[in-house]
């Protein structure tokens, strides 16, 4: 009996409710093996192109959740970030300050460096922390990779600062599956448009895909 790929998934994540009552090591080694699953399921699929893209938007949420247990909302580790970063440029009370205010609200702290790391290049370490900032939020989530080949891009044509706005303007209207998208388009544009249009063009692009 043929399964489209969507069902298959939907069949699998709801299989894998009991795993909570299992050991770590026991659910990291069932996620593996579903992985494998679903990579083999991907070849001989009948489904349909809504169905597959759907069957993708459930990859990577599954794919959130495991990275939610990574530090990327950690507390201590984005103050003292940010409190280095802030206490270059102000006194250690206004630093200190600020570092709380930001995070309290921060979601990707991979992000958050990311951002940081650019703007710094242009910017003073205050004004830098608090562009990046701005860009560290929920719509961030996950895309770092996806902040950081953009910033690259602009950055061949704009100071690391606007490189650092525009990709973090972007990251906020893309989806995470969009990096594949602009990895395709960008070389192309970029054969006969300097870096920063290019990359606007590929963004435009993957927007409307």
Not at 72 to 77: I, K
Not at 87 to 97: E, F, K, V
Not at 177 to 188: M, W
């Amino acid at each position: 009996m043929n399964y489209s790929l969507l069902s298959f998934l939907t069949l699998s994540f709801l299989s894998t409710a009991a795993l909570a009552q299992h050991r770590p090591s026991d659910v990291r080694q069932e996620i593996k093996g579903l992985s494998n699953r679903i990579y083999r399921e991907a070849d001989r699929s009948l489904a349909t192109q809504e169905q597959l893209l759907k069957a993708k938007d459930h990859l990577n949420k599954a794919w959130l959740l495991l990275k939610d247990a990574e530090p990327s909302h950690d507390f201590t580790q984005c103050f003292n970030f940010a409190y280095t970063g802030y206490s270059r440029s102000l006194n250690s009370a206004a630093a200190t300050d600020k570092a709380q205010a930001i995070c309290k609200t921060f979601k990707d702290f991979a992000v958050l460096n990311a951002a940081y790391t650019y703007a710094s290049r242009s910017l003073n370490s205050a004004a830098a922390m608090d562009m990046a900032a701005s860009y560290a939020g929920p719509q961030s989530e996950g895309k770092v990779d996806l902040f950081n080949y953009m910033a690259e891009g602009y950055s061949r044509s704009l100071n690391s600062a606007a490189a650092t706005q525009k990709s973090g303007e972007n990251i906020a209207k893309l989806k995470l599956e969009s990096l594949d998208c602009l990895k395709l388009l960008y070389p192309r544009y970029a054969q006969s448009l300097n870096s920063a249009a290019a990359m606007d063009k590929a963004v435009e692009s993957c927007l409307n895909q």
